[in-house]
């Protein structure tokens, strides 16, 4: 048996790296740790007895039916476009269409919620043929109003998924059903069906939990106690009745739902979003005179849904001018935002690289027996967090540390480390095929120059890494551009961000501040994407 010597230098290297894994997965397994402690009722009992409430149960319900609506409509309103977006050649700008869809599942919540006021609120451009249509009933706050914001939120990411599905039949397959000559129908349940089989369950539950998670947009569109999730019922819970015992029941009741429904989702496939998806360029049979209008009418009609709202914003931005508007108030939110945004975001960056890093990393001879117990806890440490909720994290840390923090004073702190968190999963998941591959094509000939540890990352490995690095980054940014859950509970009047600036102006009906603030968050989002993505 071959013996390996290690020497000194690379023993102690090894070490420090082990022990900087070692602090970060207790960083990371520690915040969750101590936030279901938390909930455990370790130092407050959680409200058990409002098990028997009629109040919580209706809560409990809306939460889950708005969730189940929004993910079926997102779902079967992508599928014609979707379709049409891979086998019509003579659909105008898909790819720009594609990427524009990628920029509105990202899209800060409060610009959709602030545009969909405009269009459809009380006195909204639309509001007055929807009141001759649908009659004085209609209104933009409750289901109605949440059930288009989530639409518009998570229909792109059905469009996108189910194109890349699409798209990934190969024209081999394609043309031998046109030589078996299959009809519509037939090809349909033989080729494109098994290719959607496999990612439709998956599609439906993330959506599904995108959807019972949500936050900003059942605090702004909900409209009262009828249209309450659980979200919001433990944010009122905790910051405007300050009642801990409450808002840990209410904690611990979305962390089992969210929780067993992400563990029986995740077993249905993965999902890949943030891969490029386009519409191929290999040979497709041509679609019936029927399929064909009714993908075009699709596009049409869905590509002015994703863009009104937003469109929207302009007109009433400057309808009212511009030295009326609270410009001061604006490029203070934004500081702080991009103070936030930037570092929770690198923060993100930095621990997915460390976790992918060691996760694809091929043990040395010797050591993989001591190295593999702790690189087991690589993956559940990046990705648990998409079980536990974000507001569910917040109100768990916020309570535990309430005894030992002024979260007065150190608000700011959580806020960055949350949002990190948060980001955590998406960039771990988008960034480890990236390192997979650079660790089984190169790593050995790498390995083999000898090359210092500074000189290998930056003349090598990062250079390797630069395109995934920015795609990670710049949708970490965005992400964490546009919380409004996490600085609900932590965040303090002194440090105030620009989706919450856009939801107290749109709050006080100062309708074109908020729209203009929500041009503004919009516009840093959207350089951050082109600065970072820029080649």
């Known amino acids: 048996m071959k013996t390996v010597f290690l020497k000194p230098a690379a023993l102690s290297r090894q070490s420090l790296s082990y022990l900087a894994l070692g602090l970060l997965l207790a960083l990371l397994l520690g915040s969750s740790g101590l936030a279901l402690l938390a909930l455990t009722g370790w130092q407050t009992a959680p409200e058990v007895q409002l098990w028997q409430d009629p109040w919580f149960w209706q809560v409990l319900k809306f939460t889950l039916w708005q969730a189940v609506l929004s993910s079926l409509l997102s779902v079967v309103l992508a599928l014609p476009l979707a379709r049409a977006l891979v086998m019509d050649a003579q659909l105008p700008a898909k790819a720009a269409f594609l990427r524009w869809c990628l920029l509105c599942f990202v899209m800060p919540s409060l610009i959709l919620i602030t545009g969909l006021v405009v269009m459809f609120g009380f006195t909204g451009w639309l509001t007055p043929f929807l009141n001759r249509v649908f009659g004085e009933s209609w209104s933009l706050y409750g289901l109605t109003g949440i059930l288009l914001a989530h639409v518009f939120l998570n229909l792109p990411l059905a469009i996108r998924v189910l194109t890349s599905q699409w798209g990934s039949i190969p024209s081999s397959v394609w043309k031998m059903a046109a030589q078996l000559h299959l009809t519509g129908w037939q090809r349909f349940l033989l080729v494109e069906w098994p290719a959607l089989r496999s990612v439709l369950p998956a599609l439906l539950g993330f959506i599904f939990l995108l959807c019972f998670n949500s936050f900003a947009v059942v605090l702004a569109l909900g409209g009262g106690p009828a249209a309450t999730t659980l979200e919001v019922a433990i944010f009122q819970a905790l910051k405007y009745n300050f009642n801990p015992s409450e808002a840990l029941f209410l904690a611990v009741t979305q962390l089992l739902v969210a929780g067993s429904c992400f563990w029986l989702f995740s077993r249905w496939g993965k999902l890949e979003w943030l891969a490029p998806a386009t519409a191929g360029q290999t040979w497709r049979p041509e679609l019936s005179t029927t399929s064909c209008w009714l993908g075009r009418i699709s596009y049409l009609l869905i590509a002015l849904y994703l863009t009104l709202p937003v469109l929207g914003l302009l007109p009433t931005a400057i309808s009212q001018g511009l030295a009326g508007l609270p410009w001061l108030k604006l490029f203070k939110a934004s500081g702080w935002s991009l103070v936030f945004a930037l570092t929770a975001s690198l923060l993100a960056v930095l621990m997915s690289l460390q976790l992918t890093w060691v996760a694809s990393n091929q043990q040395q001879v010797g050591t993989q ?12 440490a990046a990705l648990h967090h998409l079980i536990i909720p974000g507001m569910v994290l917040s109100v768990g840390l916020y309570i ?29 998941s988008q960034l480890k095929p990236a390192v997979f591959t650079y660790q089984a094509s190169y790593q050995r000939l790498a390995a083999s120059l000898a090359l210092p540890l500074g000189v290998y990352w930056w003349r090598v490995v990062l250079p390797y890494l630069k395109p995934a690095l920015q795609r990670v980054a710049a949708i970490a940014l965005v992400l964490t551009l546009g919380d409004f859950a996490i600085f609900g509970i932590f965040g303090q009047p002194d440090y105030t961000t620009l989706p919450w600036l856009i939801y107290e102006l749109a709050g006080s009906y100062q309708l074109a501040a908020a729209a203009l603030a929500s041009l503004w968050l919009l516009g840093l989002a959207f350089i951050g994407l082109m600065l970072l993505e820029r080649k």
Not at 369 to 380: A, E, H, W
Not at 412 to 417: D, G, K, N, P, S
Not at 418 to 427: Q, T, V, Y
């Open 369 to 380: 027996q001591k190295i593999s117990g702790l690189t087991r806890l690589v993956p559940v």
């Open 400 to 428: 535990f540390f309430m005894p030992l923090i002024n979260w007065m004073d150190w608000g700011w702190l959580a806020i960055i480390w949350l949002n990190a968190l948060i980001a955590l999963p998406f960039a771990f």
